[in-house]
């Protein structure tokens, strides 16, 4: 088993549509959480950090972490054509600035105007 | 948040050739990583660089193939030698900024 599974993609919604994104984890240790998105050609972009159980809003984005069930989530609210790109989700096990992350395998979401 | 520029966006190169990427950022970082990211795939990290010591590299990975410096707090060059048509892929550095791990734009490495 891998230590973070990632729905598979790719995923095609409506403009104005509610996304929502989900990693699963193995490893208890993990105790920060992380959401990136890519856009084509680009370097991954921070879009969420939290490190404990529930949700975190920012604009349209929360971030939902359930350690209990080794689950996190990304839901998008009011989704636009500007935010078609890969989704990664990414972990660490303590704080540090030299933890290593454990990313997700990404998923790709297309917003159709 | 901090900025890191990566250098060269992307390259052809011929095999048995080698390739120095450059990642410079905008203020001090302890601790620099390099990722090697293929189509389909998570992001793999290739190695650890801390500033004055050898770099510290993941299962799968050997310093002969990719050499990592790390000359001072704001640069780090990462090089893939004897390159393969397997060495294609996109590589990435990131550094913990304070508000997360930031990314460069990325090298896209086509070895032909």
């Known amino acids: 088993q891998k230590e973070v599974e990632q729905d598979p993609g790719p995923l095609s919604v409506p403009e104005g549509a509610i996304v929502s994104l989900n990693c699963t984890y193995s490893?208890?240790?993990?105790?920060?959480f992380m959401w990136y998105r890519q856009y084509s050609r680009k370097g991954p972009e921070l879009l969420m950090y939290?490190?404990?159980?529930g949700n975190k809003e920012d604009g349209r984005f929360t971030a939902q972490v359930d350690k209990s069930s080794k689950y996190i989530s990304l839901f998008i609210r009011d989704s636009q054509p500007s935010d078609s790109a890969t989704y990664l989700c990414a972990m660490r096990d303590y704080t540090g600035a030299n933890s290593k992350l454990t990313f997700g395998k990404g998923i790709t979401l297309s917003v159709r105007p | 948040s901090a900025v890191i520029s990566q250098k060269p966006s992307r390259d052809i190169c011929q095999r048995g050739t080698s390739l120095t990427i450059q990642c410079q950022v905008d203020?001090?970082?302890?601790?620099m990583f390099w990722y090697r990211q293929q189509p389909g795939q998570s992001l793999t990290l290739i190695a650890t660089a801390n500033q004055g010591s050898e770099a510290t590299y993941e299962s799968g990975f050997v310093i002969d193939k990719f050499p990592i410096s790390r000359p001072n707090l704001t640069f780090s060059t990462l090089t893939v030698s004897n390159m393969s048509p397997e060495d294609s892929s996109i590589y990435l550095c990131?550094?913990?900024?304070?508000?997360?791990?930031?990314f460069g734009s990325g090298t896209r490495l086509t070895v032909v």
């Open positions: 990131s550094a913990w900024t304070g508000e997360g791990y930031t």
């Open positions: 490893n208890s240790a993990f105790q920060y």
């Open positions: 203020s001090q970082v302890t601790m």
């Open positions: 939290t490190y404990s159980s």
